[in-house]
Antibody, heavy 115, light 112 residues
Framework: EVQVVESGGGLVQPGGSLRLSCAASGFTFSTAWMRWVRQAPGKGLECVANINQDGSEEWYLDSVKGRFTISRDNAKNSLFLQMNSLRAEDTAVYYC????????WGQGALVTVSS | DVVMTQSPLSLPVTLGQSASISCRSTQSLVDTAGNTKLHWFQQRPGQSPRRLIYKVSNRDSGVPDRFSGSGSGTDFTLKISRVEAEDVGDYYCMQDRYWPHTFGRGTKLEIK
């Protein structure tokens, strides 16, 4: 059974930092592209960051470039998102997504940026 | 960026009737290997998105055969035949042919 579980969400002040983690199992993590997709309250879906199988390629949405860093640990089947200089507009549920063509989604981690 | 335009944005449907969602992209979604990188997702109220269809017309395991996808190039359709109460939710098309990968705005399906 595939499981994708995010952790690390919470309330942070503008300008602060947060690190999201994702633990995956039930599929071959080391051969899968992994992504973070976010959904602001009441809004649609937005793909924030992508990382290839061995971590040598990273792709970022322009609005988070220079502030967010995606990384992975294939030995631990884990994905991460380091978020710095957070803004109110980064408030969203962040989903860890893996597998070919966005096959597997986690339950999401809520990040709230507010003073 | 590739813009994904879904229509309609709201879709009231009578139980047992069919529903159809259109998705158009501003660029062709066919990659150099001939794959068309257009996928459909369902998000039921209060739940995470779930993939229904990948590469235009391939239904995921466990997805009822009432769901079907079609289309080519820049023009795609998700059809739901014999709508059931469990189909209520938001439906999104998405392209991962180009970065940034982009989603449509979503279509909210409700029961009349």
């Amino acid at each position: 059974e595939v499981q994708v579980v995010e952790s690390g969400g919470g309330l942070v002040q503008p300008g602060g930092s947060l690190r999201l983690s994702c633990a995956a199992s039930g599929f071959t993590f080391s051969t899968a592209w992994m992504r973070w997709v976010r959904q602001a309250p009441g809004k649609g879906l937005e793909c924030v960051a992508n990382i290839n199988q061995d971590g040598s390629e990273e792709w970022y949405l322009d609005s988070v470039k220079g502030r967010f860093t995606i990384s992975r640990d294939n030995a631990k089947n884990s994905l991460f998102l380091q978020m710095n200089s957070l803004r109110a507009e980064d408030t969203a549920v962040y989903y860890c997504v893996g597998g070919g063509w966005f096959a597997y989604w986690g339950q999401g981690a809520l990040v709230t940026v507010s003073s | 960026d590739v813009v994904m335009t879904q229509s309609p944005l709201s879709l009231p449907v009578t139980l047992g009737q069919s529903a159809s969602i259109s998705c158009r992209s501003t660029q062709s979604l066919v990659d150099t290997a001939g794959n068309t990188k257009l996928h459909w997702f369902q998000q039921r109220p209060g739940q995470s998105p779930r993939r229904l269809i990948y590469k235009v017309s391939n239904r995921d395991s466990g997805v009822p055969d009432r769901f079907s996808g079609s289309g080519s190039g820049t023009d795609f359709t998700l059809k739901i035949s014999r709508v059931e109460a469990e189909d209520v939710g938001d439906y999104y098309c998405m392209q991962d042919r180009y970065w940034p990968h982009t989603f449509g705005r979503g279509t909210k399906l409700e029961i009349k």
